[in-house]
T-cell receptor, first 116, second 119 residues
Framework: GAVVSQHPSRVICKSGTSVKIECRSL??????MFWYRQFPKQSLMLMAT?????????EQGVEKDKFLINHASLTLSTLTVTSAHPEDSSFYIC????????????FGQGTRLTVV | AQKITQTQPGMFVQEKEAVTLDCTYD???????LFWYKQPSSGEMIFLIY??????QNATEGRYSLNFQKARKSANLVISASQLGDSAMYFC????????????????FGKGTLLTVNP
């Protein structure tokens, strides 16, 4: 079946540094990927829609300069958290859909970011 | 107004019994899809079941079935013969639109229900 791989699964970084998270569709092409954020014991909130070859679409309240999204190929989207602060500590998870199977959105394994 | 409402923050069920997790939704789009995902403590999102708005029959996948009541805008998940491994967070989610084209995989999630299966 369709697989989405996300890396790294866990990362700890210092305040002020940047962290890049990768999301790959392994066996299908994804023109669109989605980035979600989940705080402990809360739901998944959509941050942005990543579009291959064009700018990402950010949800209201999400700082585009802080959360940089690049979707340079049909199988890879990256989320870079710039100048990370402790309040950016969260679980970040990506998803993508395969056009041949419209009954399921496939999720990566998620990345647990801790900013110290 | 919330698009997906899960009114049960937590549910308990005895092993081998059935449990129903509630989900109501709100949309004016005639074409939509409803999903249930399981999220164990590891964080991964495990797809369980899907129901399309035009599907005539309730979806079933093994021990999972979806009680789809379109007029009431509800899509409750029924887990039969609960197992200890079913203990996890369960999310109901909705996709608005036909689902064709990658942009239609944008999901809106409910707040989730934490299911605990007791031995």
């Amino acid at each position: 079946g369709a697989v989405v791989s996300q890396h790294p699964s866990r990362v700890i970084c210092k305040s002020g540094t940047s962290v890049k998270i990768e999301c790959r569709s392994l066996d299908f092409q994804a023109t669109t990927m989605f980035w979600y954020r989940q705080f402990p014991k809360q739901s998944l909130m959509l941050m942005a829609t990543s579009n291959e070859g064009s700018k990402a679409t950010y949800e209201q309240g999400v700082e585009k300069d802080k959360f940089l999204i690049n979707h340079a190929s049909l199988t890879l989207s990256t989320l870079t958290v710039t100048s990370a602060h402790p309040e950016d500590s969260s679980f970040y998870i990506c998803s993508a859909g395969a056009e041949s199977r419209n009954t399921e959105a496939f999720f990566g394994q998620g990345t647990r970011l801790t900013v110290v | 107004a919330q698009k997906i409402t899960q009114t049960q923050p937590g549910m308990f069920v005895q092993e081998k019994e059935a449990v129903t997790l509630d989900c109501t939704y709100d949309t004016s789009d005639p074409s939509y899809g409803l999903f249930w995902y399981k999220q164990p403590s590891s964080g991964e999102m495990i797809f369980l079941i899907y129901q399309g708005s035009y599907d005539q029959q309730n979806a079933t996948e093994g021990r999972y079935s979806l009680n789809f009541q379109k007029a009431r805008k509800s899509a409750n998940l029924v887990i039969s013969a609960s197992q200890l491994g079913d203990s996890a967070m369960y999310f109901c989610a909705m996709r608005e639109g036909s689902g064709s084209g990658g942009s239609n995989y944008k999901l809106t999630f409910g707040k989730g229900t934490l299911l605990t299966v007791n031995p």
